[in-house]
């Protein structure tokens, strides 16, 4: 399963989003943009349109690997308030399936009760959405199916830890060398 989901609403923060499916798509990654909006083309946080692969509503999103969360408000907020995607994230999160997510947006799965024990990081001064979570400040924090990141900031080195979870460390170490990203 080399399939991952990464969800779009508006607000979403532009570089968090493409940063992570530009390198999972290089890393040989199938990961599609997903538009909670019910439209193709989502607006950011900084008024940048991306035109998503597929709408939420257009077909079955349980058979990847892993759901992807970028933050930016008023994107993750948005993201919370869609239902079916809360369902969806419960059964990934039942079936044991990896739930990543950077800046605001690991405040999702720390509000749905998700992040219980579990060590996590996010934007600082969201740490209370962290609901029941140990809250760390390193740039990525993996725990179990969690993987949460920090921001903007973050984006590089979480998308690499996210072409980990698919392939190894020395395949995302590769991809980092031929981005001259110095890890």
């Known amino acids: ?8 609403a508006t607000g979403f923060e532009e570089v968090e989003a493409l940063t992570v499916v530009d ?16 439209d193709y083309d989502v607006i950011g946080s900084h008024a ?14 349980d058979d990847a690997k892993m759901l ?4 930016g408000i008023p994107g993750t907020p948005n993201l919370k308030a869609h239902r079916g995607l809360e369902q969806l994230i419960r059964k990934y999160a039942a ?16 509000e749905m009760g998700l ?3 579990k060590k996590a990081t996010c934007y600082p001064g969201m740490e209370d959405g ?13 725990d179990g199916q969690f993987i949460t990141s ?15 979870q698919f392939t190894d460390s020395a395949t995302a170490a590769d991809l980092g060398n031929k981005i001259v990203y110095n890890v």
């Open 1 to 8: 399963m080399n399939k991952a989901y990464l969800f779009l």
């Open 23 to 38: 390198l999972l798509r290089r890393g040989g990654v199938d990961c599609k943009m997903v538009s909670v909006t019910g």
């Open 48 to 61: 940048i349109t991306i035109r998503a692969d597929q709408l939420f509503e257009e077909g079955q999103l």
């Open 68 to 71: 992807i969360m970028p933050g």
């Open 95 to 110: 079936d044991g399936k990896l739930l990543a997510a950077v800046c605001a947006a690991p405040t999702i799965y720390g």
């Open 115 to 117: 992040l219980e024990g």
């Open 130 to 142: 962290l609901v029941g979570a140990i809250p760390l400040t390193d740039a990525v924090v993996c």
């Open 150 to 164: 920090r921001g903007m900031g973050t984006s590089i080195e979480f998308g690499l830890k996210l072409l980990e």
